[in-house]
């Protein structure tokens, strides 16, 4: 079955560490997606990667950082910079980057920082 | 810029019951819209979408959708809701024709669906 996986589903952390969360897709997509979701505010863009070896910025980056070494994974690392990482995590790929494709997501990772 | 907004956080309605869950949108371009779902603890999953074909779309679980340039709205309907519809809908414009097509969501609208 082809799709996305985000691993683990659940995560706890202490203040002051780097974490890292996976995401892997086997759909052949170029393009991957970022995204935290906060109760009442949608979904916001952390970065996106349009091909290997590339990424950019989006909304929110600060605290993040990304790799997209190989086409079909895009691990970020919440670093200890991000000041209220606690959040729902969730990846996304696209075939493109281009606006009429869809994305498809991920089932997300739940980030708890205590 | 463009934006999307979602007129209502929260809907409930009764099981056999029409469903509308309201969206209006700005955009400088032709925008191409969807409507994704989530349930609890869940990834988002593609309802539907317009691109600039047909303005009225058929998406799945029988949900469909009418893009109105001239109310600039994208309204979700079913015209009869079951209880595995309960579920949080986000409404998304994209309008960046030829370059990245970042996605921007709307808040969300929880529905909720009664016995």
């Known amino acids: 079955d082809g799709g996305i996986t985000q691993s683990p589903k659940y995560l706890f952390r202490k203040e002051g560490q780097n974490v890292t969360l996976s995401c892997e897709q086997n759909?052949?997509?170029?393009?991957m997606y970022w995204y935290r979701q906060d109760p009442g505010q949608g979904l916001r863009l952390i970065y996106y990667s349009q091909i290997v070896n590339d990424f950019q910025k989006g909304d929110i980056a600060e605290g993040y950082s990304v790799s997209r070494e190989k086409k079909e994974s895009f691990p970020l690392t919440v670093t200890s910079a991000q000041k209220n990482p606690t959040a729902f995590y969730l990846c996304?790929?696209?075939?493109?980057?281009?606006?009429?494709?869809?994305?498809?997501f991920g089932p997300g990772t739940r980030l708890t920082v205590t | 810029a463009q934006s999307v907004t979602q007129l209502d956080s929260h809907v409930s309605v009764s099981e056999g019951t029409p469903v509308l869950l309201r969206c209006n949108y700005s955009?400088?371009?032709?925008?191409?819209l969807f409507w994704y779902v989530q349930h609890p603890n869940k990834g988002l999953q593609l309802l539907l979408k317009y691109t600039s074909a047909a303005t009225l779309v058929k998406g799945i679980n029988g949900f469909e959708a009418e893009f109105k340039k001239s109310e600039t709205s994208f309204h979700l309907t079913k015209p009869s809701a079951h209880m595995s519809d309960a579920a949080e809908y986000f409404c998304?414009?994209?309008?960046?024709?030829?370059?990245?097509?970042?996605?921007?969501f709307g808040k969300g609208t929880k529905l909720s669906v009664k016995p």
């Open positions: 759909l052949n997509h170029d393009a």
């Open positions: 955009s400088s371009y032709s925008p191409s």
């Open positions: 998304v414009v994209s309008d960046r024709e030829g370059s990245q097509g970042n996605l921007i």
């Open positions: 996304a790929s696209s075939k493109t980057s281009s606006p009429s494709y869809e994305q498809y």
